[in-house]
């Protein structure tokens, strides 16, 4: 009985957290630009206007997507990101972020590939992870096999984890699909795919 409520809770848990993490971050974003243009519009009309967080949010995003749907406005887009990482640590954080947003949202690319089973932190124990790409440049070079790169979780928040560059003789792939892995940790093994 206590096993069942718990996966039931889990998996409601699983079901949710996207969806209020999401939330959470436009409400924010919605209280920031009403907050930051309030004292503006009372100065102006004499008088609060509720919403105006709301609308200018949507309007803001709408503009710049019209802007980087057009030539002018890729170059300005690139001109402010050629000035944002000249700045040491903005550098850092945008650049963190824009390969994160670009690896999970964008169409052409995919942040995991496959998931497989490697034999880690030692033979004999198992870790569930997600093949990120194939080892390439300097690291490649200076490894005798050759290296994929395979992203490994941690339960129950799988946006850490760590990075294991590991030769691809030594992976196993599996046949679940990657939002079945993901599941699969985040439930802390729970949730498990049904094996055909």
Do not use: H, W
């Not at 105006?52 to 749907?69: E, H, N, Q, S, W």
């Not at 954080?93 to 690896?103: C, S």
């Not at 052409?108 to 790409?133: S, W």
């Amino acid at each position: 009985m206590f096993k069942q409520l718990r996966n039931y809770l889990i998996t409601g848990l699983i079901v949710l957290l996207p969806s209020i993490a999401t939330l959470y971050i436009i409400v924010t974003v919605i209280n920031i630009v009403d907050n930051a243009l309030s004292p503006v519009v009372k100065i102006l009309i004499g008088k609060e206007f509720y919403g105006l967080g709301f609308i200018m949010t949507f309007i803001l995003i709408l503009v710049v997507g019209i802007i980087a749907k057009n030539v002018l406005g890729k170059r300005l887009i690139d001109f402010g990101e050629r000035l944002l990482i000249r700045i040491p640590l903005v550098r850092t954080i945008y650049m963190t972020v824009r390969q994160l947003i670009n690896a999970l949202f964008l169409k052409n690319k995919t942040a995991f590939r496959d998931v497989v089973l490697i034999e880690y932190p030692r033979r004999g124990i198992y870790q569930l992870g997600f093949l990120t790409c194939k080892g390439v440049g300097e690291v490649q070079k200076k490894t005798a096999r050759e290296v994929v790169n395979v992203f490994i979780p941690t339960t129950p928040n799988p946006t850490s984890g760590m990075l294991i560059l590991i030769p691809k003789d030594d992976i196993t792939y599996l046949d679940m699909t990657v939002e079945e892995g993901l599941k699969l940790i985040v439930s802390g093994g729970t949730v498990a795919p049904e094996d055909d």
